[in-house]
């Protein structure tokens, strides 16, 4: 018996409809393991008094961003155009 084209993809979308399943029971099995690790972590961060992490080097709106105010990207001018490439992939921070 030969197998229909429609056959072939059924079984191609319940095999990655599997695959996905069985990435988001690891990932919740993960972050259960990982989380007395994250809290004594988080409590060092607390002690030691540490900021956010510096995700980039160039401009300090970017270094870090919980630190920096809604216009540092626009401070020359406020129409100046973003001229260090990680203010494209990290915006201005938003106010709540």
Do not use: K, N
Not at 7 to 36: F, I, N, Y
């Amino acid at each position: 018996m030969t197998m229909r084209s429609s056959d072939m993809v059924l079984a191609a979308m319940l095999a990655a409809s599997v695959a996905v399943g069985a990435t988001w029971v690891a990932s919740a099995w993960r972050v259960r393991a990982e989380q007395p690790e994250v809290q004594r972590r988080a409590a060092l961060v607390e002690q030691l008094g540490l900021t956010d992490l510096a995700l980039f080097t160039e401009a300090r709106y970017t270094r870090h961003p919980s630190q920096s105010d809604r216009h540092a990207a626009f401070q020359d001018h406020p129409f100046a155009l973003e001229h260090f490439p990680s203010g494209s992939v990290l915006p201005p921070r938003r106010q709540p």
